[in-house]
């Protein structure tokens, strides 16, 4: 049965060319008279793609906003933490002897938090002050030789210069001469000697002072106080605890001030100034205020953002560390405008901006301005970088690019933050 495939595939072959190559023909034959539709005006060339959509106006809906000055904070979230915060440790070894405080209690500066048993310390103290003493004792026997043998020294040096005169006249021997001059060299090393021995117990003193000193400082050591006023956050050590170098006593924090600590990011970083006003909203909804005492010059290697420390009076001790914080630090104000978070988009480079309606020469037309943004509010985002009086297309500004014609429907601008 192939060959009823063939005669098939013929005939429509046939059919195909004579509609497409001899048309003219075939519409004679069938009684169509080609004068008849030559009579007729000629239809116009269809449009292309391209040229309609060149005049097609999109149809949008854009705002007129208008700038308005605003108080232009920075906002972080952060958190509270301690002014100070410390553990004391041991510097020596021991059991305690005191009596232990519990955490929670005020503790002064310089209160004492920990008392070590002395042991053999006082001991070891007095046996220092001991050989002090007799070090002492020693000196002035010691300076006593040195000038005794500068006497002697003094009196050689004396009959040395006599015999070598009376030799010069004849009146003295060369014999007498030289036992003077061996007299004046036993003479200085009598001296060297007794300086020598004072030098020695000079050093003996100071040893002995230095023995005294570590004991006292061993002694002194025995007794931990609180660096600064503040609050203990853990007990002290528990009476008959073994304490030994680099044992914790305690924790203490100051809280009075506390310090509210976040992080700005790179692009706002420069809006932020040491002394600035600012003020944070607790979770629990308290409100607190304070001012900027430090800025970071050091950008955080993960983050990229410069950690940033307010300081806020905390008598009371109400606020603790470690709670969250929105943090709203006071800038120089400056113009925005405040358009709805949808109306922003991103050009074809990645950069955040609006589209607008501009003007053209045959009525509005779409383009891309980029802006800054500023802040979130519940009535809209405020950005900067648009002229004072502009034109925000708000819905459709995602199918529309710079030039194409537009078909605005106006809303009425946001009004408030």
């Known amino acids: 049965m192939k060959w009823i495939s063939f005669v098939i595939a013929a005939i429509v072959s046939a059919v195909i060319y004579l509609f497409i190559m001899e048309r003219e023909a075939v519409m004679r034959f069938a009684g169509h008279d080609g004068s008849a539709t030559a009579a007729q005006p000629a239809e116009?060339?269809?449009?292309?793609?391209?040229?309609?959509?060149?005049?097609?106006?999109?149809?949008?809906?854009?705002?007129?906003?208008?700038?308005?000055?605003?108080?232009?904070?920075?906002?972080?979230?952060?958190?509270?933490?301690?002014?100070?915060?410390?553990?004391?440790?041991?510097?020596?070894?021991?059991?305690?002897?005191?009596?232990?405080?519990?955490?929670?209690?005020?503790?002064?500066?310089?209160?004492?938090?920990?008392?070590?048993?002395?042991?053999?310390?006082?001991?070891?103290?007095?046996?220092?002050?001991?050989?002090?003493?007799?070090?002492?004792a020693g000196l002035p026997l010691a300076r006593a030789r040195v000038a005794e043998a500068d006497a002697l020294l003094e009196e050689a040096a004396i009959n040395n210069n006599a015999a070598s005169k009376l030799i010069e006249s004849g009146y003295a021997s060369e014999t007498r001469v030289a036992a003077t001059r061996a007299a004046v060299s036993a003479a200085q090393a009598t001296v060297e000697s007794a300086r020598s021995g004072l030098e020695a117990a000079m050093?003996?003193?100071e040893a002995a002072s230095a023995a005294v000193a570590l004991a006292e400082k061993e002694i002194e050591r025995l007794t931990i106080r609180a660096p600064f006023a503040g609050l203990l956050e853990t007990d002290t050590a528990e009476l008959g605890a073994l304490m030994q170098p680099g044992a914790a006593c305690a924790t203490v924090i100051q809280l009075d001030p506390i310090k509210l600590v976040g992080f700005v990011a790179e692009t706002q970083v420069d809006?932020?100034?040491?002394?600035?006003?600012?003020?944070?909203?607790?979770?629990?909804?308290?409100?607190?205020?304070?001012?900027?005492?430090?800025?970071?010059?050091?950008?955080?290697?993960?983050?990229?953002?410069?950690?940033?420390?307010?300081?806020?009076?905390?008598?009371?001790?109400?606020?603790?560390?470690?709670?969250?914080?929105?943090?709203?630090?006071?800038?120089?104000?400056?113009?925005?405008h405040l358009l709805p978070g949808s109306a922003l988009t991103l050009d074809d480079g990645g950069r955040l901006g609006v589209r607008i309606a501009a003007r053209g020469e045959n009525g509005p037309v779409a383009d891309f301005m980029p802006v800054t943004f500023l802040r979130?509010?519940?009535?809209?985002?405020?950005?900067?970088?648009?002229?004072?009086?502009?034109?925000?297309?708000?819905?459709?500004?995602?199918?529309?690019?710079e030039g194409v014609p537009l078909d605005v429907t106006w809303r009425q601008p946001e009004t408030g933050e």
Not at 283 to 298: K, P
């Open 44 to 136: 116009p060339a269809p449009r292309t793609a391209l040229q309609d959509t060149a005049t097609r106006k999109v149809s949008v809906v854009a705002l007129s906003s208008q700038a308005q000055v605003i108080d232009s904070a920075v906002i972080l979230r952060g958190r509270t933490e301690a002014l100070r915060q410390v553990t004391v440790m041991a510097e020596t070894s021991g059991a305690i002897v005191s009596e232990p405080l519990r955490k929670g209690n005020s503790v002064g500066a310089g209160q004492v938090l920990c008392k070590i048993d002395a042991g053999t310390r006082k001991a070891s103290l007095s046996e220092a002050q001991a050989r002090l003493a007799s070090a002492r």
């Open 203 to 205: 050093s003996t003193v």
């Open 271 to 336: 809006r932020v100034v040491p002394g600035a006003p600012a003020q944070a909203r607790l979770v629990n909804g308290t409100m607190i205020a304070g001012e900027v005492t430090f800025l970071s010059r050091s950008a955080d290697p993960q983050t990229r953002t410069f950690r940033v420390e307010i300081a806020v009076p905390n008598a009371a001790r109400a606020i603790r560390d470690g709670q969250t914080a929105d943090i709203a630090i006071a800038a120089a104000g400056e113009s925005a």
């Open 376 to 401: 979130d509010t519940p009535g809209g985002v405020f950005v900067s970088g648009l002229p004072g009086q502009v034109d925000v297309i708000v819905v459709g500004q995602e199918y529309v690019t």
